[in-house]
């Protein structure tokens, strides 16, 4: 099993670092690069969080495919919430949400799928391990950088989360 060093952003906006564990999972991988449409839709939410908006099904579909009982589904799902998606821009890398114009939005975004992976997060309480499908769009690190951002969040890969798991309660 390979690791390396994953840069971990929370809403409190503190900067971690986590091992990040990449997992072997064939049947996951396989079920998620051919059933799965590789492609979403830009999109902004009024707080400036900027994201592209997939398929549901890298959740629904993929999370019984872990084989982790205890992994659940991601807390953004639900009403006026985001569900899957890839984080594009946080809404605390801006400082005025209103002046974030992107022409792009409702764009088409492909994408590929690299690895599953998983990882620690420091400094948040109550969450044992963190499911996601890293992914590969170049298309995304360019707007990034022609709207004045580093090409990645924190330098770390574009992700799908699709698990959570939490520390058992005592």
Not at 94 to 101: D, R, S, V
Not at 131 to 138: A, K, S
Request: charged content about 20%; aromatic content about 12%.
């Amino acid at each position: 099993m390979r690791h390396f060093l994953f840069l971990c952003l929370f809403a409190t906006q503190t900067l971690l670092v986590a091992e990040v564990e990449i997992h072997h999972n064939p049947l996951l991988l396989e079920y998620a690069n051919t059933h799965l449409s590789h492609f979403g839709f830009l999109k902004k939410t009024d707080d400036g969080f900027v994201y592209v908006k997939v398929s549901n099904a890298f959740i629904n579909q993929l999370l019984p495919l872990l084989n982790q009982s205890q992994v659940k589904t991601p807390p953004y799902f639900g009403p006026n919430r985001v569900g899957a998606h890839i984080s594009v821009i946080r809404d605390f890398e801006i400082t005025n949400p209103k002046t974030l114009h992107i022409n792009e939005l409702g764009k088409k975004v492909f994408f590929e799928i690299s690895d599953l992976c998983s990882v620690k997060p420091l400094g948040f309480p109550g969450c044992k391990k963190v499911w996601f499908l890293q992914v590969r769009c170049p298309e995304l690190e360019q707007l990034r950088e022609r709207l004045g951002f580093s090409p990645k969040i924190a330098g770390h890969e574009f992700h799908i989360t699709i698990g959570i798991e939490k520390e058992k309660q005592m």
